[in-house]
């Protein structure tokens, strides 16, 4: 037996569970993925080219105005 057999029988194992799991990891990257997109649809059609500076910089703006808007309308609500 020895060392080779260990090898053997230690990657056969592994292997194993690697085909066990890689459905459960595949699933729940699928599921992030999705939740991810979601999210971002959420921000509206951006409809920009994100290697450009200048569209990230848009982009940046954009959202952050979203963000003030949105705090502001909630501490207005909260003042009423």
């Known amino acids: 037996m020895g060392v ?3 090898i053997r029988v230690l ?3 592994f292997i194993q569970h ?3 799991t890689l459905p459960t990891i595949r699933s729940n990257i699928l599921n992030i ?3 991810k997109e979601y ?3 959420q921000y509206g059609d951006l409809g920009i080219d994100l290697t450009d500076k200048q569209a990230k910089g ?3 703006l954009s959202l952050v105005s979203k963000f003030a808007n949105a705090y502001s309308e909630m501490i207005s609500k ?3």
């Open 39 to 41: 999210e971002m649809s």
């Open 58 to 60: 848009f982009l940046i």
């Open 18 to 20: 690697i085909k066990k």
């Open 78 to 80: 909260n003042l009423k």
């Open 11 to 13: 990657n056969v194992t």
């Open 33 to 35: 993925i999705q939740a």
């Open 4 to 6: 080779p057999y260990l």
